[in-house]
Nanobody, 116 residues
Framework: QVQLEESGGGLVPSGGSLRLSCAAG????????MGWYRQAPGKQRELVAD???????NYSDSVKGRFTISRNNAKSVAFLQMNNLKPEDTAVYYC??????????WGQGTQVTVSS
C-alpha cells in the first residue's frame, strides 16, 4: 500500500559501518511502526529493529549495541545506522512499514555484504 525505497547498502569490511535509509513516496500520517528486516541466502527473513510511535525501539539481540534505528516522522523516513558490522550481518535488508490499520508494506531491499 505504501511505496518504499531502501538505499545505503554496499560492500564493507568487517568492523565497518553503513547507514540505511527507507523513504516513503510521500508523507504518511498513519504509520504505526517502521522497521528493518533482513534475509540471508537460504534463511528466513528476520527482524533486525523497529521503531514505533513515541520512539519505542526494539532490536534483535544479535545487533544490540551495534545498530541504531531512527525515524523522521515529518518526512516518513527511517534509518538504520549499522556499526561494527560482521560477516554474519550479510543479507538483503528490507524496510517494513506498518500502518495504524495493520497493513504492512515492504520495500524491495538493499544488499549489505560484509567481508571478512
Amino acid at each position: 500500500q505504501v511505496q518504499l525505497e531502501e538505499s545505503g547498502g554496499g560492500l564493507v569490511p568487517s568492523g565497518g559501518s553503513l547507514r540505511l535509509s527507507c523513504a516513503a513516496g510521500a508523507y504518511i500520517n498513519n504509520i504505526y511502526a517502521m522497521g528493518w528486516y533482513r534475509q540471508a541466502p537460504g534463511k528466513q527473513r528476520e527482524l533486525v529493529a523497529d521503531i514505533g510511535r513515541g520512539g519505542i525501539t526494539n532490536y534483535s539481540d544479535s545487533v544490540k549495541g551495534r545498530f541504531t534505528i531512527s525515524r523522521n516522522n515529518a518526512k516518513s523516513v527511517a534509518f538504520l545506522q549499522m556499526n561494527n558490522l560482521k560477516p554474519e550481518d550479510t543479507a538483503v535488508y528490507y524496510c517494513r512499514v506498518r500502518l495504524v490499520a495493520g497493513v504492512d508494506s515492504w520495500g524491495q531491499g538493499t544488499q549489505v555484504t560484509v567481508s571478512s
